[in-house]
T-cell receptor
Framework: RKEVEQDPGPFNVPEGATVAFNCTYS??????FFWYRQDCRKEPKLLMS???SGNEDGRFTAQLNRASQYISLLIRDSKLSDSATYLC??????????FGDGTTLTVKP | DADVTQTPRNRITKTGKRIMLECSQT?????MYWYRQDPGLGLQLIYY???????NKGEISDGYSVSRQAQAKFSLSLESAIPNQTALYFC????????????FGPGTRLTVL
């Protein structure tokens, strides 16, 4: 079993749709959690950190459930520019990051 | 100017050749990382370094070596390249603060024939 598992996708949604991605992690000692965005064959870039209380940044909402070892990302009112691969990332307190395989989102007109 | 740079950006080499990928950063971070990415997969950690005197193996270090020449420079070497090392290679840095966010270079596309 992989340490970080994501919805396999791909997700194909129309503009304006709401879409949710899920991620589970196996290491209960994990300390910090992130969603990164990666455009085709380019470098990953931080989308948002994920906090225990949940956090929102515009159309994006991230949630963390430590008891279930589960992270989610909700995108509301999808835009064409949201098309990308979304990577779930989990850090241990040793400073190492483990990446999920990513979920690909395509937003269509 | 980019905070994390990688050279070369693209490289085609032959089986058995030695190749070095270089990474430089101007972010002043102590932590640096090398990852590889294969199509459809996430990033796999090759090596990481938390300061100039610290080098650690990641998940897939076999066939690779690294050198941390300075706080700002971290090089990855393939001593004898093989075709299954064809991949996209990313260097990253991080600041071990509360968030430990990673900042990535633009990547090196390596093809081993």
């Amino acid at each position: 079993r992989k340490e970080v598992e994501q919805d396999p996708g791909p997700f194909n949604v129309p503009e304006g749709a709401t879409v949710a991605f899920n991620c589970t992690y196996s290491n209960s000692a994990s300390q910090s959690f992130f969603w990164y965005r990666q455009d085709c064959r380019k470098e990953p870039k931080l989308l948002m950190s994920v906090y225990s209380s949940g956090n929102e940044d515009g159309r994006f909402t991230a949630q963390l459930n430590r008891a279930s070892q589960y992270i989610s990302l909700l995108i509301r009112d999808s835009k064409l520019s949201d098309s990308a691969t979304y990577l779930c990332v989990v850090n241990t307190n040793a400073g190492k990051s483990t990446f999920g395989d990513g979920t690909t989102l395509t937003v269509k007109p | 100017d980019a905070d994390v740079t990688q050279t070369p950006r693209n490289r085609i080499t032959k089986t058995g050749k030695r190749i070095m990928l270089e990474c430089s950063q101007t972010k002043g971070h102590d932590r640096m990382y090398w990852y590889r990415q294969d199509p459809g997969l996430g990033l796999q950690l090759i090596y990481y370094s938390f300061d100039v005197k610290d080098i650690n193996k990641g998940e897939i270090s076999d066939g690779y070596s690294v050198s941390r020449q300075a706080q700002a420079k971290f090089s990855l070497s393939l001593e004898s390249a093989i075709p299954n090392q064809t991949a996209l290679y990313f260097c990253a840095t991080s600041d071990p603060g509360f968030t430990d966010t990673q900042y990535f270079g633009p990547g090196t596309r390596l093809t081993v024939l």
